[in-house]
């Protein structure tokens, strides 16, 4: 619900004193406003609403490094694979005790644990890459020695069975017995980062180079069942139905893709080799997060990938690949289906995301920067941690408090601040406040205003931060009754930009466009309904036709000049423009007009004599501003030469040679800016481009020299035409008779 109620509240506090500018709202209301936020016990929904995230209670009194893996024996007990640590930690009653540790000295952490039926713990240890088997009595023993130092994966089949991922020769190892162990896959270079067992009795595994997900089905044949867009699969989860979930965490951070489903069409084949078949069923443990499903939904062919960075995808039994969500700059470590919903942790942020549908939503922070595990244990949702590591159990219930600091907003100059109004669902036992600060940098820091005291009137409370550029608020929610939550939906803060003055990028002057003269229209033929419009006349274009725009901002101009602007009000105010011009050798402005809407202004030199002049163009936000409270800004031009003065043709003379040509001879002079070119035209015809003696109009100053062909007999008239570079133009013409 988007209440009026409160959006009124806000205007009006804003209008109660003199507004120079439009009352501005920043609205929070979407997913993506708030997941730009931090939440601390507070879980953002995908539809767009804070609520308290379930209770996290740490289970370990001091964290380790890393928890590299979770896994739970048939009794609840769960078990942590340590790091740096080689250590394995038992978990059981609120007790934590070291159950396990590698007896060889060189080992720099457990990678790997899982639970067998029969209660025995397997624990991969690294370097050494030795696979032990701790008894129910905490006895333990070598089990199996793998060829290079990584155990990444373990999944326990229910008989027994273990499944091992390795690296950095990439192998997937059925391992029956101690020291007995056959190659169900072989990755070459690929690191093996995770395993699922379907019911079917094939295996999934995941890679880090190239984000292969690998199949191995019941009968020992291999292929690629998938080509991620990123790399490292490192996390597996059947859901429901059976079908394969998996996600990458080694894409380039940035992307971002809305959750949605893209069938892929292509396939692409490899060459595994397989040793045996997964012959094993039923239920058991892995610690990819992954479970053994009802069914294997085993592909038909492997298929191509979408693109759009880290993501979920779901295998669909077809063979076909969704993808089901991705967050911007998140790694997907880990992956679990529990009660209706895939849970997702992340990395480098360490957030913990539920996925229902196609809403995401972000349950929870938690402190360490990767959450390697997720874990289901007796009903009860279990995660792991690495820098720092830390094994959470997140509760059903809510925490009793969180906060919420959103993303700071940037009005873009100084302004007021009017009212904060909040949406919110507020059950018994529940409350939510909220608190302002402000500040003149973009990142908090001590010059920022501290905290305000909690805000409480939802439909509209003042906000007392004091005036800056920037602003941030802070929503609390609270609750008695763990079981209830309140539901934070909107939060609408209102402010006014400081007047600011116009500003201008450009003013430009050139020549105005002349009107085209239209040629007469005929009278209708017979026959004919109507006729189309005139046809303007086109100039016919001399030897050097001029541009209307002059070659230099400093002239010259003649007739009218086109006098134009950019301008722009950083309140985004409606303007209107004064036109102002003034002789170099002047001290005071005149007006040529004000009270303008568009952005030119056509001036008709004429009434001024030539000269250096400047224009000076004002704008003004006095539209959208009371009077006293209008901004103003101006612009004002390099000084440029008007000249309307056109130039002169003297002395024009003809001389008739015995083959009936003509010498032609004249004086050209300019006043102004200086003579651009010459032409002729004999008796009314086309004109004909000359030179000066020189070679170039180029002076105030030419002299006219050049040939005409000979001309049939009779009389003639020769007109002689010069322009100026401001192209006013001057003639002179001489009759003469030709024998």
């Known amino acids: 619900m988007k209440r009026e109620l409160g959006l009124l509240a806000a205007i009006f506090a804003l209008t109660t004193t003199v507004s120079a500018v439009p009352v501005e709202r920043w609205v929070q209301t979407s997913s993506s406003d708030f997941d730009a936020g931090d939440a601390q016990g507070v879980s953002v929904l995908g539809l767009g609403q804070l609520v308290l995230a379930p209770e996290l209670k740490t289970l370990l009194k001091d964290p380790v490094p890393h928890v590299w893996a979770l896994a739970a024996d048939p009794k609840g007990t769960l078990y942590a694979a340590v790091g740096t640590e080689p250590n394995v930690l038992r978990i059981s009653g609120g007790k934590v005790e070291t159950f396990f540790t590698s007896p060889e000295k060189t080992d720099l952490g457990i990678l790997a644990v899982a639970a067998a039926p029969d209660g025995a713990v397997y624990a991969a240890a690294t370097p050494s890459g030795v696979l032990y088997r701790i008894a129910p009595d905490g006895k333990a023993e070598a089990y199996y020695k793998a060829d290079g130092p990584y155990l990444w994966a373990l999944a326990v089949a229910a008989n027994g069975t273990v499944y091992a991922g390795t690296g950095p020769e990439g192998k997937v190892l059925r391992i029956a017995g101690k020291d007995k162990a056959d190659t169900l896959l072989k990755a070459g270079s690929r690191h093996i980062l995770s395993l699922a067992l379907a019911a079917d009795g094939s295996v999934y595994a995941g890679s880090d180079k190239d984000g292969f997900l690998y199949h191995v089905n019941a009968k020992g044949e291999g292929r690629v069942a998938y080509d991620a867009e990123g790399d490292d699969i490192r996390a597996l989860a059947f859901d429901a139905q059976g079908r394969l979930c998996f996600a990458t965490a080694g894409a380039s951070r940035g992307a971002t893709t809305a959750p949605s489903i893209t069938p892929a069409t292509t396939t692409r084949t490899f060459t595994i080799s397989g040793h045996g078949s997964p012959s094993d069923t039923g239920s058991g443990s892995d610690t990819s997060g992954g479970q053994t499903q009802p069914s294997g939904g085993a592909p038909s062919t492997p298929t191509a990938k979408p693109s759009g960075g880290n993501a979920i995808y779901r295998l669909m039994p077809n063979g076909d690949v969704a993808r089901v969500a991705s967050v911007a700059g998140a790694a997907f470590y880990s992956l679990l289906w529990h009660n209706g919903r895939l849970y997702a942790g992340t990395g480098n942020d360490g957030k913990l995301y539920c996925i229902e549908g196609t809403q995401v939503a972000r349950v929870a922070s938690l402190d360490g920067a990767q959450i390697t595990a997720l874990l289901a244990a007796d009903g009860r949702l279990f995660a792991a941690t690495a820098n720092s590591g830390q094994v959470y159990q997140v509760a059903a219930d809510h925490a009793a408090q969180g906060t919420f600091v959103s993303k700071v907003q940037d009005t873009e100059s100084h302004s007021r601040w009017g009212t904060v109004t909040w949406d919110a669902r507020t059950p018994r036992g529940t409350s939510v406040t909220l608190a302002t600060r402000t500040g003149n940098t973009a990142t908090p820091d001590e010059t920022w205003s501290p905290w305000s005291d909690e805000l409480t009137r939802a439909e509209g409370d003042r906000i007392t931060s004091p005036s800056a550029r920037f602003i941030q608020y802070r929503a609390t929610l609270k609750t008695s009754r763990p079981a209830d939550t309140p539901v934070l939906d909107e939060v609408i803060l209102s402010y006014a930009q400081s007047n600011r003055r116009p500003t201008f990028t450009q003013v430009q002057l050139q020549m105005a466009p002349k009107p085209r003269r239209m040629m007469p229209m005929p009278a209708p033929q017979p026959g004919q309904m109507g006729m189309q419009p005139p046809t303007p006349v086109q ?96 612009k004002i031009t390099e000084a440029f030469l008007v000249d309307n003065t056109p130039p002169t043709v003297a002395g024009l003379a003809v001389r008739i040679a015995k083959d009936k040509s003509l010498a032609v001879t004249a004086k050209c002079s300019d006043a102004g800016a200086g003579l651009a070119e010459g032409e002729y035209s004999i008796d009314g015809g086309d004109w004909t481009s000359i030179a000066p003696v020189d070679g170039i109009f180029d002076s105030q100053g030419e002299a006219l020299d050049f040939k005409v062909p000979a001309l049939e007999k009779g009389e003639h008239t020769l007109v002689v035409r010069v322009k100026d570079q401001a192209e006013n133009s001057g003639a002179a013409k001489v009759v003469f008779t030709v024998d």
């Open 539 to 634: 100039p016919t274009p001399s030897h050097s036709s001029r541009a209307q725009m002059p070659s230099s901002p400093r002239g010259p101009f003649a007739d009218i000049i086109r006098i134009s602007w950019q301008a722009t009000d950083p309140n985004k105010d409606d303007l209107v423009y004064a036109v102002y011009f003034r002789g170099e050798d002047e001290k005071t402005w005149k007006r040529l007009q004000d009270k303008l809407s568009v952005a030119y202004y056509d001036w008709d030199t004429h009434a001024v004599p030539d000269g250096l002049y400047r224009i000076r163009v004002v704008a003004s936000d006095s539209p959208t501003n009371p009077p006293g409270a209008a901004e103003e800004g101006e």
